[in-house]
């Protein structure tokens, strides 16, 4: 079992950062790649970056590249920083782990956070 608390989330303005974090616990949290997924209100959940158990690799969905940047330490702590934010990246943004994470297959990952809300406005 693995459990996965996220926190950080909240109200920023248009081109502000935010740091999102996301801490797994259980006895296999280090074999488990770790992903943030995101979803708006009335849109389909999506993938936004992907680490893996070790950390070493990393993948951005293509509107976060170059503005998010994903990092997990030895205490299987994920963050997300989120710099240059828009409001477009209002969502409800959830962290969720796996054997392997793509940002393509949230419905496969099989452990997820309750999730924490960015809001992006002025």
């Known amino acids: 079992q693995l459990q996965l608390v996220e926190s950080g989330g909240g109200l920023v303005q248009p081109g502000g950062s935010l740091r999102l974090s996301c801490a797994a616990s259980?006895?296999?949290?280090?074999?488990?790649?770790i992903g943030w997924f995101r979803q708006a209100p009335g849109k389909e959940r999506e993938g936004v970056s992907c680490?893996?158990?070790?950390?070493?690799?990393t993948v951005y969905a293509d509107s976060v590249t170059g503005r998010f940047t994903i990092s997990r330490n030895a205490k299987n702590t994920v963050t997300l920083q989120m710099s240059s934010l828009k409001a477009e990246d209002t969502a409800v943004y959830y962290c969720?782990?796996?054997?392997?994470?793509?940002?393509?297959?949230?419905?496969?990952?099989?452990?997820w956070g309750n999730g924490t809300l960015v809001t992006v406005s002025s």
């Open positions: 969720a782990a796996d054997r392997f994470c793509s940002l393509t297959g949230w419905d496969i990952m099989n452990y």
């Open positions: 259980g006895n296999e949290a280090d074999f488990y790649s």
């Open positions: 680490v893996s158990a070790s950390g070493s690799n």
